[in-house]
């Protein structure tokens, strides 16, 4: 198994985005117009078609509307990502195009991905969810003839909804370089992209992780300085998470 070393990726990110911070700027901010936009646009249209007399036409309303959010915030993930991932040379640029790509003749992809994605990422929480809320719900309602086993109840239904989050952090770990192999392979099979990811991550779960840690201090500044940081540290995490994906494919294509 080969070695990945966080330190050696991160001093690669700086050198490849040394006079590029302006340009990640933009590129960061677009992501943040896109993802606050899809938002805006959401809950405007809600609130237009919203009638609690007709709870059915606004359940459908909101589902479209789901998949609308899904396809815009995909695009712009998508876009994202690969603005910083195709930084392989010192000589290359921020190429904004990357966004229009996967909003126009590439947007049936980022769909299909950021459906196909959310489904499963919601499948393997769902249900660790549901059954949790409902040991809880059954305590709650039957506290007085449970007695002494209510807290047993509420226990099990405490420690399946934390199981229910540590399988959703699993999966978002899992699924994490799919992104990355459908810029590549732009005509894979959605759920093939996944598979692939869970393999291409096998073995370097605790590294990603790891990686992931490295940046809590900077993870902390973006939190006090209200999201304003994340305008530098966007750039910063993009490039290094792209190399981390680079030196997995070297790895297992050995």
Known sequence: MGTITISTLKERAL????????????????????????????????????NPYQPFLSAIINIILAFVVIGITSAGYIGWTSCFYKLEKIEDKLDFNNYMDFFTKKLNIAFNYGVVYSFFMFIWGALFYFVGFICILFTTVFITMLGELAGTFLTIGSII?????????????????????????PDIKMTTALKESKNLIDGYRKKYILLILSFIGWI???????????????????????????????????
Do not use: C, P
């Open 15 to 50: 050198l490849l985005l040394k006079g590029k911070w302006k340009d990640g700027i933009l590129v960061n901010l677009i992501f943040f117009l896109i993802m606050m936009a899809s938002g805006v646009i959401r809950n405007f249209i809600s609130s237009i078609f919203f």
């Open 220 to 254: 902390i500044l973006i939190a006090i300085t209200f999201g304003l940081a994340g305008l530098w540290i966007g750039s910063y995490w993009g490039t290094t998470e792209a190399q981390f994906y680079r030196e997995l494919k070297l790895i297992k294509a050995k």
């Open 161 to 185: 909804i934390i199981l229910g989050t540590l399988m959703i952090i699993r999966k978002y770990i899992d699924y994490s370089m799919a992104r990355y192999i459908v810029i590549d392979n």
